[in-house]
């Protein structure tokens, strides 16, 4: 029978969760990190922090599109599609590396993350 004993059982696989899973892992300590979502990252990853930057970023490279002649370059003004703007905020490949390079899968002492 596999050994279920744990020091550790988090509830939420946010960012709390997910660095207290993390710093445990390196502790050495058992630790079962339970999600009720599909997916890790909580607020952060998916509605806050994260794609609230990817939006502010969306709208400095418009704002340089239009400015292109302060800057020697033909001046482009942009046809912007809130859809995909947002879209993007949510899919960003810089997002799903960071977090993945950043997350407890770093380490291999979470019995959930892949070998
Ligand atoms: C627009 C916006 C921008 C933000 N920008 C920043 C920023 O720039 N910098 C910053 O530091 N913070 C920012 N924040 C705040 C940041 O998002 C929160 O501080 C952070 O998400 C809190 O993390 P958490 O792990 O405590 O909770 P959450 O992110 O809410 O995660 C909780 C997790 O627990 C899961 N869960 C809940 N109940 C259960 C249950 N019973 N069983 C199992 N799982 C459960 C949820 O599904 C969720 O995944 C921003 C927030 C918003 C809304």
Avoid: W
């Avoid at 990817?54 to 001046?75: C, D, H, N, W, Y």
């Avoid at 949510?90 to 590396?97: C, I, P, Q």
């Avoid at 950043?102 to 019995?111: I, K, M, N, T, V």
Wanted: aromatic content about 2%.
């Amino acid at each position: 029978m596999a050994n279920t004993e744990r020091d550790l059982i988090i509830l939420g696989g946010g960012v709390g969760g997910l660095v207290i899973a993390s710093v445990a892992g390196q502790l050495g300590r058992k630790v079962t990190l339970i999600e009720k979502s599909g997916s890790l990252g909580g607020d952060c990853l998916h509605y806050g922090c994260v794609p609230s930057k990817t939006l502010i970023e969306s709208a400095k490279v418009a704002s340089l599109m239009r400015r292109g002649e302060e800057f020697g370059l033909p001046q482009v003004i942009p046809r912007v599609d809130l859809s995909r703007v947002s879209k993007a905020s949510r899919t960003n490949n810089m997002t799903k590396l960071s977090f993945a390079s950043a997350g407890p899968c770093s380490s291999s002492r979470h019995e959930s993350c892949p070998a």
